[in-house]
T-cell receptor, first 114, second 114 residues
Framework: DTGVSQNPRHKITKRGQNVTFRCDPISEHNRLYWYRQTLGQGPEFLTYFQNEAQLEKSRLLSDRFSAERPKGSFSTLEIQRTEQGDSAMYLC????????????FGNGTRLTVT | AQTVTQSQPEMSVQEAETVTLSCTYDTSESDYYLFWYKQPPSRQMILVIRQEAYKQQNATENRFSVNFQKAAKSFSLKISDSQLGDAAMYFCAYRSGGNYQLIWGAGTKLIIKP
């Protein structure tokens, strides 16, 4: 168990550019979550996958955001035409099935849009 | 809708002493789970302790214990013998049984004074 891995750790981009983040969950975890966290706040839910199916997408997620988990393993989160308000930490977490199952988080990707 | 409230934005404690972080939640459900997560500065979010609502016994993990008051909808975290490494943001989170979504509190910043 190598834990949840996220890449890159940091991303600085200019407004209007597209960015893509990757998350590799713990191998036996079938659930994968994306959260956004701004300084001093708790995580905000963005989207959730069970295996390869994206089961929910938050209303916070505009059409500029898209996430995939093509083979039920790693996931990508893409932000198109970035805006300064997209600057945040993007957290990925994974878990097994079950309400009692805790989330295991990655180190996050810090996005700065200039 | 369920909500989670952490009324203490910041707490400080002397090293080796005991501190209690507060969390209250609002729900009409009877089947749910409660979690405390720790997020050290620039490091990943990790699970500290979890409590199943159907269990009357308070959860304990080494120096960390909870005071779960179901009728009062209170879920406080007690940290005994505080250590410098305990300095972090602490988040309380709620999850309904049969659900995947976590509802997060705003967090409490814990400062340990040497």
């Amino acid at each position: 168990d190598t834990g949840v891995s996220q890449n890159p750790r940091h991303k600085i981009t200019k407004r209007g550019q597209n960015v893509t983040f990757r998350c590799d969950p713990i191998s036996e975890h079938n659930r994968l979550y994306w959260y956004r966290q701004t300084l001093g706040q708790g995580p905000e839910f963005l989207t959730y996958f069970q295996n390869e199916a994206q089961l929910e997408k938050s209303r916070l997620l505009s059409d500029r955001f898209s996430a995939e988990r093509p083979k039920g393993s790693f996931s990508t989160l893409e932000i198109q035409r970035t805006e300064q308000g997209d600057s945040a930490m993007y957290l990925c977490a994974s878990s097994t099935t079950g309400s009692h199952s805790p989330l295991h988080f990655g180190n996050g990707t810090r996005l700065t849009v200039t | 809708a369920q909500t989670v409230t952490q009324s203490q934005p910041e707490m400080s404690v002397q090293e080796a002493e005991t501190v209690t972080l507060s969390c209250t939640y609002d729900t009409s459900e009877s089947d749910y789970y409660l979690f405390w997560y720790k997020q050290p500065p620039s490091r990943q979010m990790i699970l500290v302790i979890r409590q199943e609502a159907y269990k009357q016994q308070n959860a304990t993990e080494n120096r960390f214990s909870v005071n779960f008051q179901k009728a009062a909808k209170s879920f406080s975290l007690k940290i005994s013998d505080s250590q410098l490494g305990d300095a972090a943001m602490y988040f309380c989170a709620y999850r309904s049984g049969g659900n995947y979504q976590l509802i997060w509190g705003a967090g409490t910043k814990l400062i340990i004074k040497p």
